[in-house]
């Protein structure tokens, strides 16, 4: 089991990434450049300010050449995780529905919050109960989740609302509390909070894991 | 562009007095063209000479066990075991930031990441450091907000947790609000690099950003004068900060040395290429040529004196082998990061400035970098008080509206809107975040946190922690300044972590002034005094001088960081309560006082003249001793006294834990004979830490030091009896009193 993770100039969490992948399985970086994926197993597009971010979150980052290689791979049903800018950038990839704006506060929020598991049908929360809560941190300036209310509807409908957060812990006026949204296919998650930063109880919390637990053993079932 | 014919006038106006233009003429055997003026203009600088503080500063200790290079590199190394060393750093930016608070505080955590990773050190966290006026004043919400943003615009940007500070809102800072920022940094023990140029024949390669108009002038204009009412019109010498282009240079810069490509490196900082050159020729006892018609310019028609000393971000100067040339180019191309050869190392120990072939400017580097006149200071201590009594805000005597007063003071509410806004897991390496424990700790080998943990293994650590108290050094510069490396010595022991090795930053009002040169002295000596009792050397610093506008000069503010060592992070101290039942001390030679507290800043009082005598050894013995207590697990909690004495101390370790207590505070015992319940609740001073523990902990930790038990942890409230009075206040009223600066960040 081979994780790939995406390495942009201005990806910040993407080391914390391949250290929590490294927990459940092998791990190593995708450089931005790279046209195939090196025969990885699943992708992680992490976190950080991928090309600074300048623009418009994520923006810049999806017409990386690595870009179309995960898109790809997404269509041919692998499994893909954004994790807060790595969210972003497959929100503007056209990967996942809906779009992130600004927090409602305007500024940049570092927190642990707790999120709840809304689906546990998805090969990322399959480990959890619906209900469950997990410890995770988030920070970012730009993690308001937002989609039409028609696709709302129908992400509401099709289970696509895989996370939220718990009651009062929403840190960035996200609809409809939103932490995390799948694909319709359920092989692509982005998702906020950054699980990758919840592996270990030293660290303040070890929830996060179980995300990517269930990736390694939904491909080991594969 | 304005293109002055220099003179001893002209010289004057960059700052010069008349007799340093005198010795530049002799210096040089003529009188100096415009390239050169304005290249002598910056260093000769406070900001970059040092020129007051230098002769002060060499009494400083710099020798230590674990020292791996002290003062005169970019950052200080310290061993810190596993085969890595930890570089780190404080700096100032504080005029820019109180022109353009944003950018100024952005740019400052920006050059102080430059100075770590000069050294050859992957910034593992930031630091900061802040002082503003009133918060009821427009100008200060202003300034903090926009500071506040900056930081974490530039730090979140580029993946570098910002892990601890410290903040303070006290009139004296309304116009000149201090910006400090630290960076610690880790290394492998043999990866460090130098910034002496060496090896005549050798390749002067400028990476990063092009350059620039921004902050030209900035070391001299702004760093090293008083603040005026003109200052808006100084904003053009502030820099524009770009973290994505740092954060390239960054990578780019560590994977050159991984590769062992470079010879020296040196980050552009304040004076930009003349000061970059200058150090690196005068470090290596070479000269350099170089070639500004080369250096890739944002606008075309810059001069070549403007190239020289511009202040833009982002750029590095190493000196590489010819040979190595191609594949540093090719290092910078995969990561976007310009790279450009502006010149050559010479024997002539010459800095020759060429543009398009011919010599524009041609001076001895030693005349540049060591012939800079150094200053005795004339201190005088002042006859008057220097500083105006602050304004009184409580008029209550009763202990528990003081208490709330003190929990809702600017000084002493929870700073959790401030780092809320700072990313302060990434790199995951935290183990103790911000008001998790009275020093941050950061994991040295995150990658091996699995299996050590697996395998029951120790996970060595650092820990870190920054702090001062201008007030305090304002009422007594040497006591004040002891005082705040006892801090930042407990602060580190509650985390249970042994000082490596100190850093500072010394913001004081204008040298030349009488008074000023008192406070800065006498706060030297006991920065020095502190150092030598707690045998911790002191690694680099920086002096930022001229911290004055109209209406006076700013309380002087020594700040302090220290970076020390962890046995095993998985016994990181916490400060808050824990444990149902756990007994409750104080522990240390505390002797609560209540002049220049912040109880008697609320009441209006005058600052006082001198700070009460206290016991130096008797304070290192009693953190020697929590710190042991601390890492054989044996505590649940520690958290030294500070602001607000001993009350505040008690509420913060309820509301971290979120759960009450219950004391008896023997205040007669604790002040003296002087029974007044007051006094020993809110009364300040060094030397005093609340731990709690088991009944077992706290004896063996009497063994040592003094224990005062107090009481136990439980219940949902704090319960305080002293000296006949008493009170109680549930937690969520803590908690509201406490939240105070949420309002100032809605």
């Not at chain 2, 201008?470 to 040497?478: S, W």
């Amino acid at each position: 089991m081979r994780f790939g993770v995406v390495r942009f100039p201005g990806s910040c969490d993407d080391i914390d990434a391949l250290l929590a992948a490294s927990r459940v399985g092998e791990a190593e970086p995708l450089w931005h450049a790279y046209r195939d994926l090196h025969g990885v197993d699943a992708v992680v597009v992490p976190g950080g300010f991928s090309y600074g971010d300048y623009l418009r979150a994520g923006a810049v980052a999806r017409f990386a050449p690595v870009m179309e290689a995960v898109a790809d791979f997404a269509r041919d049903g692998g499994l893909v995780l954004g994790i807060c800018n790595g969210f972003q950038v497959l929100c503007e990839a056209g990967l996942l529905p809906g779009a992130l704006l600004p927090n409602a506060g305007l500024r940049f929020v570092c927190r642990q919050v707790q999120v709840e598991v809304v689906n546990a049908d998805t090969p990322f929360t399959r480990a959890c109960t619906v209900g469950d809560r997990l410890s995770i941190p988030v920070k970012h300036t730009t993690g308001r989740y937002y989609a039409p209310a028609d696709v709302l509807a129908e992400l509401r409908e099709r289970g696509q609302i895989a996370l939220r957060y718990a009651p009062g812990e929403n840190p960035n006026g996200a609809l409809d509390d939103i932490a995390g949204v799948t694909s319709e296919a359920g092989n692509v998650l982005g998702l906020m909070p950054h699980p990758e930063h919840a592996v270990d109880p030293l660290t303040g919390s070890a929830d996060g894991l179980v995300l990517f637990a269930a990736m390694a053993g939904a491909l080991a079932r594969a | 562009m304005r293109s002055p014919v220099p003179d001893a006038a002209r010289a004057v106006e960059l700052g010069l007095t008349q007799a340093e233009y005198h010795r530049i003429v002799d210096a040089l055997g003529r009188e100096p063209n415009e390239v050169e003026l304005a290249c002598f203009s910056l260093l000769w600088s406070e900001h970059c000479s040092y020129k007051h503080s230098k002769r002060l500063l060499r009494s400083l200790p710099t020798e230590g066990p674990a020292l791996v290079m002290g003062p005169g590199e970019n950052a200080g190394v310290v061993d810190v075991g596993e085969s890595l060393v930890c570089a780190f750093k404080v700096e100032s930016h504080n005029h820019p930031s109180a022109v353009e608070p944003f950018q100024g505080a952005a740019t400052g955590v920006g050059g102080i990441l430059r100075d770590v990773f000069a050294v050859g050190a992957r910034p593992v966290a930031v630091l900061d450091s802040l002082r503003f006026g009133d918060p009821r004043s427009e100008r200060s919400r202003y300034l903090l907000d926009q500071a506040v943003a900056g930081i974490g615009h530039y730090g979140n940007s580029i993946g570098v947790p910002t892990i601890g500070g410290e903040v303070y809102f006290e009139a004296p800072y309304e116009q000149n609000c201090l910006v400090n920022a630290m960076c610690v940094g880790l290394a492998p023990a043999d990866g460090l690099i130098r910034s002496a140029a060496a090896g005549p024949g050798n390749v002067l390669i400028l990476l990063g950003a092009s350059t620039g108009r921004d902050g030209i002038g900035g070391a001299s204009v702004l760093a090293s004068a008083e603040l005026g009412e003109d200052d808006a019109a100084k904003r053009p010498s502030v820099q524009i900060g770009d973290p994505f282009e740092e954060k390239k240079l960054l990578e780019c810069s560590l994977e050159l040395l991984d590769r062992g490509l470079l010879v020296a490196l040196q980050d552009l900082g304040a004076a930009g290429l003349t000061s970059a050159a200058a150090e690196m020729a005068s470090k290596g006892g070479v000269g350099l040529d170089i070639h500004v018609d080369r250096v890739p310019l944002r606008e075309p028609d810059l001069l070549p004196f403007e190239i020289m000393v511009s202040e833009s971000q982002e750029r590095m100067l190493c000196v590489a082998a010819p040979e190595d040339v191609d594949d540093v180019l090719s290092v910078c191309g995969r990561w976007e990061t310009r790279a450009t050869v502006i010149g050559e190392v010479t024997s002539s120990g010459h800095m020759r400035v060429l543009c398009d072939g011919a010599v524009v400017g041609d001076m001895p580097v030693a005349a540049l970098v060591d012939d800079c006149p150094l200053y005795d200071l004339a201190p005088r201590e002042p006859d008057l008080a220097l500083y105006p009594a602050p304004p009184r805000r409580l008029h209550d005597e009763d202990p528990r509206a003081a208490l709330l007063a003190l929990l809702a003071s600017e000084n002493v509410a929870s700073r959790a809107p401030l780092f809320e806004q700072y990313d302060c897991v990434v790199q995951s390496r935290t183990v103790r975040r911000p008001a998790q424990s009275d020093a941050a700790v950061l994991l040295l080998a995150p990658e091996r946190a699995a299996e050590a943990l697996s395998a029951g293994a120790p996970l060595p650590a650092i820990a870190a922690s920054i702090d001062a108290n201008g007030r305090r050094v304002a009422c007594d510069p040497y006591r004040g300044t002891i005082e705040a490396v006892l801090e930042c010595a407990a602060n580190l022991a509650c985390a249970g972590a042994e000082p490596l090795g100190l850093t500072n930053c010394l913001n004081f009002g204008n040298p030349e002034k009488p008074h000023i040169a008192w406070q800065l002295t006498e706060s030297v000596r006991g920065l020095g005094d502190a150092c030598r009792a707690l045998g911790v050397p002191v690694v680099g610093g920086n002096v930022s001088l001229y911290n004055e506008g109209g209406e006076g000069p700013i309380y002087p503010t020594p700040v302090v960081g220290m970076v020390g060592r962890l046995p095993d992070a998985r016994f990181a101290g916490r400060l808050g309560f824990a444990d149902e039942d756990d007994l409750v001390a104080l522990v240390g030679p505390f002797r609560p006082d209540l002049h220049g507290s912040e109880l008697a800043r609320l009441g209006g009082a005058e600052l006082p003249r001198g700070l009460p005598e206290l016991d130096v050894s008797a304070v290192v013995d009693a953190l020697d001793a929590v710190r042991d207590s601390v890492r054989a697990g044996d505590l649940s909690s520690a958290h030294d006294v500070s602001d607000g004495g001993l009350a505040v101390a008690l509420a913060e370790c309820c509301l971290a834990g979120g759960i009450g207590a219950s004391v008896v505070v023997d205040a007669a015992a604790l002040t003296g004979g002087h029974d007044k319940a007051l006094v020993a609740l809110f009364g300040e001073g060094p030397g005093g830490v609340v731990v709690s523990g088991p009944p077992g902990a706290l004896d063996r930790l009497a063994e040592r030091v003094t224990v005062h038990r107090l009481g136990a942890v439980g219940g949902t409230s704090l319960q305080i009896e002293a000296g006949g009075s008493g009170l109680s206040v549930g937690l969520s009223e803590l908690a509201e009193a406490y939240n105070a600066l949420g309002a100032l960040f809605p």
